[in-house]
């Protein structure tokens, strides 16, 4: 994989700040489907969390909570006129931050229960 900014990362970032407050994962796998037409992997969600967090654009709480820090939130409020236009601001922004090396394990069954849950509930 990549050293480098992916459109995971992007995708990612995008959901967490749709919220502007803490979302759960079953939130963010709510917003990338809403998105992107498409659930997030697990290896997607892995990475991108580790170059979030590790370029200081996400936090992440306990019971796998996230949200995304002030300099996280100036990259999802710069503002396009559609969603298409607004993940192509951030993944041009995102150049502009080193990708975090911190590495994120997702506790075992974490992500297959929160993808569990969002059929459920969709």
């Not at 917003?31 to 200081?56: C, F, M, P, Q, R």
């Not at 709480?61 to 236009?85: P, R, V």
């Not at 922004?93 to 929160?114: I, N, W």
Request: proline letters at 2%; one cysteine or more.
């Amino acid at each position: 994989m990549s050293d480098g900014w992916e459109f995971a990362d992007t995708w990612v970032l995008a959901a967490i700040g749709v919220y502007q407050r803490p979302c759960t994962m079953v939130e963010v796998i709510g917003a990338a489907d809403w998105i992107n037409h498409a659930v997030l992997l697990e290896d997607e969600v892995a990475s991108a969390l580790g170059k979030l967090t590790g370029a200081g654009l996400v936090r992440i709480y306990e019971e796998w909570t996230f949200e995304l820090t002030d300099e996280g939130t100036s990259l999802w409020s710069e503002g396009a006129g559609d969603l298409q236009g607004q993940l192509q601001l951030i993944e041009a922004q995102l150049s502009a931050f080193e990708p975090g090396r911190a590495a994120v394990k997702l506790p075992r069954g974490v992500m297959d229960q929160a993808l569990a849950d969002y059929r459920h509930g969709s």
